[in-house]
């Protein structure tokens, strides 16, 4: 492989423009391509959206130094952001007002990457190729050409649908005009669809708890606005999270305020709701769920899918990737994020090493690297792309040397074999591989990771 300098990044959202900035510090000439007309193009779509995390977590270091060559007035680090205030006081500043600004393309949406003259077959001297990115601007197809990729695009815009096996739900994309994906702003800018109406939110993580919790706030301002939560699972309690134990208390915080509204039956609960089918009717929809062949039904003005989110991996494909089969994330990631296995938010920082793929010099940074895993934290973004910089600028000590402490989310079910010290016994010692310090253990003694070991570290299902 010949020495790097022009690393193509895809997406301006936090975690590409904190690698931008790594890459200038490292003496690397980043070039950021971004789809949507301007930085934080994701973000801005949830910008009405409280962040859990204070200031001080959201701050790359080195985006950091850039902001204070240009005098910036940086925001109290106890302090909750929303998206659109992450955006102005931070992600925009960045972007337009720093050095980076020379490095930005917007409205370039990437189409295809490849490695000039190579297609995917032909091996011998495939890794001195310099990579070929197509992107999309408004003069219609241009080529860049790199060193290395950080693929920083995130998942925002490839929601899961509703349907319960991963396909859309029969119908789905015909009731498209009454269906939301995400986080709609249902107290701002989407209230008019939601205020009076009869509304279902589909879904158990945190977008769905938040959604439920701004629909209450509606109804008590609009009375006749019903509200309807559709769980696959059976128990809802497990959306609760880590509530006090959350070392991010505005996460626990949610957990807890939805626990009351469900509590005061402010919500009507169905459990054990897996779609099969959405029918528009004359006013509304029919969404329709079976299991074991007994049919279930609501019938809603309008329905919000917070499923989570799964990586485009359809402008890969003339590249070598090597991804875990359930997640789609880097295999060595896997284990360490896998909702089946533990529910912590827990995750051990990781890197270069962690992140590598079979194609040399490209790399999954920031949200898209977790794939379908949903307890991605901005933090580990910027950890992961200060060492991938490191890495791609030949210095492998700093690439693997661990410059951060996450927070304990405190979410797991921890069983009595597991050792005292937070979530799951705290993280790894030793074993890459391992979620927590009860996987480890459970790894040494040759068992399967501690779900199999101890009855698990989070729910199984
Ligand atoms: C509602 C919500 C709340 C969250 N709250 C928190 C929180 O409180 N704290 C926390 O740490 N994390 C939080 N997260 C998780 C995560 O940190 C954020 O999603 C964060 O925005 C991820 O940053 P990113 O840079 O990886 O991706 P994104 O912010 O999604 O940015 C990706 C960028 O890539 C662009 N793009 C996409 N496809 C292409 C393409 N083909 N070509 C070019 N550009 C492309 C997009 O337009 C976008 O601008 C939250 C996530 C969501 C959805």
């Known amino acids: 492989m010949g020495e790097v300098n022009r690393v193509a990044v895809i997406g301006a959202g936090p975690v590409g423009l904190a690698a931008a ?40 270091k080195a985006a950091g130094r850039l902001l204070a060559s240009t005098g910036w007035n940086s925001p109290d680090p106890d302090a909750y952001p929303t998206g659109g205030e992450l ?64 693929d920083a695009s995130g998942t925002w815009f490839s929601p899961n649908p509703a349907g319960a096996s991963g396909l859309p739900a029969i119908g789905e994309a015909a009731a498209k005009d009454r269906i939301a994906y995400g986080m709609p702003d249902v107290l701002g800018a989407r209230r008019a669809s939601y205020a009076g109406r009869v509304v279902a939110v589909l879904g158990a993580g945190h977008s769905a708890a938040g959604t439920l919790i701004d629909l209450a706030a509606l109804a008590r301002e609009v009375p006749e606005t019903r509200i309807i939560w559709l769980l696959r ?88 990737l090597g991804l875990d089969p359930a997640l789609e994330c880097p295999p ?48 580990t973004g910027y950890e992961q792309v200060r060492s991938i910089a490191a890495e791609l600028a030949g210095d492998p000590a700093a690439a693997r040397r661990v410059d951060l402490v996450l927070p304990e989310t405190g979410v797991c079910n921890v069983t009595s074999s597991a050792p005292a010290g937070g979530c799951c016994g705290g993280p790894p010692k030793e074993d890459v591989s391992a979620c927590c310090a009860v996987d480890e253990m459970a790894k040494q003694a040759g068992a399967g990771g501690c779900a199999a070991q101890t009855g698990g570290c989070g729910p199984k299902s």
Not at 125 to 142: I, K, M, Q
Not at 254 to 274: H, I
Not at 335 to 352: F, K, M, Q
């Open 21 to 60: 900035a790594h890459l200038l510090e490292r003496g690397l000439d980043p070039v950021v391509l971004e789809a949507g007309p301007a930085d934080g193009h994701a973000m801005r779509q949830w910008s009405h959206v409280r962040l859990f995390s204070p200031w001080g977590y959201n701050v790359d």
């Open 87 to 150: 955006v102005e006081r931070y992600l925009a500043p960045l972007a337009t007002r720093t050095v980076l600004k020379h490095h930005i393309r917007t409205t370039a949406r990437v189409t295809g990457i490849g490695r000039v003259g190579f297609d995917k077959v032909k091996t011998a001297g495939r890794a001195d190729a310099p990579f070929e990115l197509r992107y999309r601007n408004g003069a219609g197809d241009e080529t860049l050409l790199a060193d290395a990729v950080i």
């Open 233 to 320: 699972g059976a128990d809802p309690a497990k959306s609760f999270g880590g509530g006090a134990n959350d070392k991010l208390s505005a996460r626990g915080a949610v957990g807890l305020m939805l626990a009351d509204l469900v509590a005061s039956g402010a919500l009507r609960v169905e459990t054990g709701f897996r779609v099969t089918g959405i029918e528009p009717m004359e006013r509304g929809l029919r969404i329709a769920a079976t299991m074991a062949g007994d049919a279930r039904g609501v019938v809603v003005d309008e329905l919000i899918v917070a499923t989570g989110f799964r990586p485009d991996l359809g402008f890969l494909s003339e590249l070598r």
């Open 332 to 379: 060595a990631l896997a284990p360490l994020i896998d909702p089946n296995e533990h529910s912590c938010g827990t995750v051990r920082p990781h890197g270069a090493l962690e992140l590598a793929q079979p194609e040399p010099n490209f790399y999954f940074a920031g949200m898209k690297s977790y794939g379908r895993a949903p307890t991605f934290l901005m933090l």
